[in-house]
Protein backbone atom coordinates (compact mmCIF):
# COMPACT_ATOMS: atom_id res chain seq x y z
CA UNK A 1 0.00 0.00 0.00
CA UNK A 2 0.92 3.41 -0.31
CA UNK A 3 3.62 4.88 2.51
CA UNK A 4 2.44 8.12 4.38
CA UNK A 5 4.19 11.44 3.51
CA UNK A 6 7.90 11.35 5.40
CA UNK A 7 8.42 15.24 4.40
CA UNK A 8 11.08 16.77 2.78
CA UNK A 9 14.30 15.01 1.90
CA UNK A 10 17.42 17.31 2.93
CA UNK A 11 20.36 15.65 1.35
CA UNK A 12 20.40 16.22 -2.33
CA UNK A 13 20.84 13.23 -4.28
CA UNK A 14 21.80 12.28 -7.64
CA UNK A 15 19.54 12.43 -10.58
CA UNK A 16 17.08 9.93 -11.60
CA UNK A 17 17.95 7.64 -14.25
CA UNK A 18 15.20 5.09 -14.40
CA UNK A 19 13.79 2.81 -11.56
CA UNK A 20 13.52 -0.45 -10.02
CA UNK A 21 10.64 -3.08 -9.58
CA UNK A 22 11.64 -5.99 -7.73
CA UNK A 23 9.40 -9.04 -9.09
CA UNK A 24 9.53 -12.76 -9.00
CA UNK A 25 11.51 -15.05 -11.63
CA UNK A 26 8.19 -15.97 -12.98
CA UNK A 27 7.56 -12.61 -14.35
CA UNK A 28 9.80 -11.25 -17.37
CA UNK A 29 10.37 -8.15 -18.92
CA UNK A 30 10.20 -7.00 -22.03
CA UNK A 31 11.27 -3.52 -23.32
CA UNK A 32 8.73 -2.07 -25.70
CA UNK A 33 11.23 1.09 -27.28
CA UNK A 34 14.39 -1.14 -27.66
CA UNK A 35 15.53 -4.65 -27.26
CA UNK A 36 11.75 -5.94 -27.68
CA UNK A 37 12.46 -8.73 -30.84
CA UNK A 38 15.40 -9.93 -28.35
CA UNK A 39 13.12 -10.29 -25.66
CA UNK A 40 10.60 -11.56 -27.00
CA UNK A 41 12.57 -14.41 -28.91
CA UNK A 42 14.41 -15.22 -25.67
CA UNK A 43 10.88 -15.75 -23.41
CA UNK A 44 9.41 -17.87 -26.10
CA UNK A 45 12.79 -20.23 -26.48
CA UNK A 46 12.85 -20.46 -22.86
CA UNK A 47 8.95 -21.73 -23.12
CA UNK A 48 9.49 -24.13 -25.49
CA UNK A 49 12.23 -25.98 -23.16
CA UNK A 50 9.13 -26.68 -20.84
CA UNK A 51 7.12 -28.04 -23.26
CA UNK A 52 6.83 -31.88 -22.01
CA UNK A 53 9.20 -34.30 -23.81
CA UNK A 54 6.56 -37.35 -24.43
CA UNK A 55 4.25 -34.25 -25.53
CA UNK A 56 2.72 -36.04 -29.35
CA UNK A 57 5.03 -34.54 -32.54
CA UNK A 58 1.68 -33.64 -34.13
CA UNK A 59 0.57 -30.93 -30.96
CA UNK A 60 3.99 -29.44 -30.78
CA UNK A 61 3.91 -26.87 -34.05
CA UNK A 62 0.44 -25.90 -33.11
CA UNK A 63 0.89 -25.30 -29.74
CA UNK A 64 4.03 -23.40 -30.72
CA UNK A 65 2.37 -21.53 -32.70
CA UNK A 66 -0.64 -20.74 -30.51
CA UNK A 67 1.83 -19.70 -28.14
CA UNK A 68 3.69 -17.20 -30.06
CA UNK A 69 0.79 -15.72 -31.32
CA UNK A 70 -1.44 -15.14 -27.84
CA UNK A 71 2.33 -13.71 -26.28
CA UNK A 72 3.22 -11.26 -29.63
CA UNK A 73 -0.11 -10.19 -29.47
CA UNK A 74 0.18 -8.76 -25.85
CA UNK A 75 3.21 -7.19 -26.75
CA UNK A 76 1.69 -5.65 -29.98
CA UNK A 77 -0.98 -4.03 -27.71
CA UNK A 78 1.19 -2.85 -25.26
CA UNK A 79 3.55 -1.39 -27.97
CA UNK A 80 0.30 0.52 -29.21
CA UNK A 81 0.39 2.42 -25.66
CA UNK A 82 3.63 4.17 -26.60
CA UNK A 83 4.84 2.52 -23.21
CA UNK A 84 8.38 1.59 -21.73
CA UNK A 85 8.50 -1.47 -20.16
CA UNK A 86 5.84 -4.80 -20.52
CA UNK A 87 6.41 -7.04 -17.76
CA UNK A 88 4.33 -10.34 -17.54
CA UNK A 89 4.34 -13.95 -15.59
CA UNK A 90 5.62 -16.36 -18.06
CA UNK A 91 7.17 -18.81 -15.67
CA UNK A 92 3.80 -19.60 -13.34
CA UNK A 93 4.16 -22.00 -10.96
CA UNK A 94 1.65 -24.87 -12.47
CA UNK A 95 4.48 -24.95 -15.66
CA UNK A 96 2.16 -23.14 -18.23
CA UNK A 97 2.23 -20.56 -20.04
CA UNK A 98 -0.14 -17.87 -18.70
CA UNK A 99 -1.26 -14.30 -19.82
CA UNK A 100 -4.01 -13.77 -16.82
CA UNK A 101 -1.79 -10.58 -15.49
CA UNK A 102 0.70 -8.06 -16.51
CA UNK A 103 2.40 -4.46 -15.59
CA UNK A 104 2.21 -1.82 -17.85
CA UNK A 105 5.01 0.98 -17.48
CA UNK A 106 4.98 4.40 -18.88
CA UNK A 107 5.81 7.65 -18.46
CA UNK A 108 3.03 10.65 -19.21
CA UNK A 109 3.55 14.34 -19.16
CA UNK A 110 1.67 17.04 -17.29
CA UNK A 111 -1.89 18.02 -18.20
CA UNK A 112 -1.93 21.21 -20.37
CA UNK A 113 -2.14 24.37 -19.33
CA UNK A 114 -6.01 24.42 -20.24
CA UNK A 115 -6.43 21.44 -17.70
CA UNK A 116 -5.01 23.15 -15.13
CA UNK A 117 -1.21 21.61 -15.66
CA UNK A 118 0.26 24.97 -14.26
CA UNK A 119 -0.01 26.11 -10.47
CA UNK A 120 -2.48 23.44 -9.52
CA UNK A 121 -1.73 20.63 -6.73
CA UNK A 122 0.21 17.69 -7.80
CA UNK A 123 -1.90 15.21 -6.27
CA UNK A 124 -4.52 16.79 -8.09
CA UNK A 125 -2.60 16.51 -11.24
CA UNK A 126 -2.25 13.09 -10.43
CA UNK A 127 -6.17 12.75 -10.45
CA UNK A 128 -6.18 14.44 -13.74
CA UNK A 129 -3.72 12.51 -15.52
CA UNK A 130 -5.56 9.18 -13.91
CA UNK A 131 -9.14 10.67 -15.44
CA UNK A 132 -7.95 11.05 -18.68
CA UNK A 133 -9.18 7.47 -20.02
CA UNK A 134 -12.54 8.16 -18.26
CA UNK A 135 -12.79 5.62 -15.58
CA UNK A 136 -15.60 6.76 -13.29
CA UNK A 137 -16.12 5.20 -9.49
CA UNK A 138 -12.51 3.88 -8.90
CA UNK A 139 -10.70 4.04 -5.61
CA UNK A 140 -8.31 6.58 -4.83
CA UNK A 141 -5.77 7.02 -2.53
CA UNK A 142 -2.34 9.18 -2.40
CA UNK A 143 0.73 9.19 -0.28
CA UNK A 144 4.35 8.66 -1.36
CA UNK A 145 6.82 6.26 -2.41
CA UNK A 146 10.40 6.29 -2.08
CA UNK A 147 10.05 9.73 -1.57
CA UNK A 148 8.12 11.23 -4.45
CA UNK A 149 4.10 11.93 -4.41
CA UNK A 150 2.16 8.74 -5.20
CA UNK A 151 -1.63 8.05 -6.35
CA UNK A 152 -3.12 4.68 -6.51
CA UNK A 153 -6.30 3.86 -8.57
CA UNK A 154 -7.88 0.56 -8.50
CA UNK A 155 -11.13 -0.39 -10.41
CA UNK A 156 -12.85 -3.10 -12.42
CA UNK A 157 -12.27 -2.93 -16.61
CA UNK A 158 -15.67 -4.73 -18.40
CA UNK A 159 -14.99 -7.41 -20.83
CA UNK A 160 -14.83 -5.57 -24.36
CA UNK A 161 -14.69 -8.43 -27.34
CA UNK A 162 -14.93 -5.43 -29.77
CA UNK A 163 -11.33 -4.22 -28.50
CA UNK A 164 -10.08 -8.24 -27.49
CA UNK A 165 -10.65 -8.75 -24.10
CA UNK A 166 -13.36 -11.14 -23.59
CA UNK A 167 -13.09 -11.54 -19.54
CA UNK A 168 -13.15 -8.31 -17.03
CA UNK A 169 -10.11 -8.00 -15.46
CA UNK A 170 -8.75 -5.84 -11.82
CA UNK A 171 -6.57 -3.02 -12.54
CA UNK A 172 -4.48 -1.28 -9.93
CA UNK A 173 -2.54 2.05 -11.01
CA UNK A 174 0.06 3.65 -9.78
CA UNK A 175 1.21 7.23 -10.97
CA UNK A 176 4.29 8.72 -9.11
CA UNK A 177 5.67 11.90 -9.26
CA UNK A 178 9.74 11.61 -10.64
CA UNK A 179 11.83 13.56 -8.16
CA UNK A 180 13.59 16.58 -9.64
CA UNK A 181 11.81 16.64 -12.27
CA UNK A 182 8.14 18.19 -12.33
CA UNK A 183 6.63 17.76 -15.71
CA UNK A 184 7.02 13.73 -15.64
CA UNK A 185 5.17 11.32 -13.88
CA UNK A 186 5.61 7.38 -14.27
CA UNK A 187 3.48 5.13 -14.40
CA UNK A 188 2.77 1.36 -13.33
CA UNK A 189 -0.47 -0.05 -14.31
CA UNK A 190 -1.22 -3.81 -12.99
CA UNK A 191 -4.17 -5.85 -14.76
CA UNK A 192 -5.95 -9.30 -13.71
CA UNK A 193 -8.49 -11.41 -14.69
CA UNK A 194 -7.86 -13.40 -11.55
CA UNK A 195 -9.26 -17.01 -11.88
CA UNK A 196 -12.51 -16.03 -14.51
CA UNK A 197 -13.79 -12.92 -12.27
CA UNK A 198 -11.91 -9.79 -11.35
CA UNK A 199 -12.92 -10.04 -7.74
CA UNK A 200 -12.21 -13.73 -7.00
CA UNK A 201 -9.55 -14.86 -4.47
CA UNK A 202 -6.99 -15.27 -6.47
CA UNK A 203 -7.07 -11.56 -8.13
CA UNK A 204 -8.09 -10.28 -4.69
CA UNK A 205 -4.14 -12.08 -3.61
CA UNK A 206 -2.39 -10.26 -7.00
CA UNK A 207 -3.54 -7.25 -5.97
CA UNK A 208 -1.77 -7.47 -2.57
CA UNK A 209 1.45 -9.18 -4.38
CA UNK A 210 1.52 -5.95 -6.67
CA UNK A 211 1.30 -3.84 -4.11
CA UNK A 212 3.94 -4.94 -2.24
CA UNK A 213 5.93 -4.49 -5.41
CA UNK A 214 5.24 -0.87 -5.60
CA UNK A 215 6.09 -0.44 -1.80
CA UNK A 216 9.57 -1.72 -2.58
CA UNK A 217 9.19 -0.06 -5.81
CA UNK A 218 12.20 2.16 -6.06
CA UNK A 219 14.47 5.07 -8.58
CA UNK A 220 17.76 4.18 -10.12
CA UNK A 221 20.06 7.43 -9.47
CA UNK A 222 23.10 8.31 -11.78
Known amino acids: MLGEPTGPVEETLPPVTGYRMLLPDQWAQIP ?11 ILNDAYTRIPKDA ?8 KRELERRFRNAVAQAQQTKALDLYLPVKPMSGNFSLGAS ?23 AVQLLSRDGVEGADLSSGEIDGALAVRREH ?5 PGEGTELASRRVEYIVS ?16 GGGHPRDELAEALVEWFDAVMANFGWRRG
Open 32 to 42: LRQGTEEAVRL
Open 56 to 63: PPDKIGPY
Open 103 to 125: ILVSETPLPARAEGGQGAEPTDL
Open 156 to 160: VAQAD
Open 178 to 193: VPDDPDRWFVAAFSTI
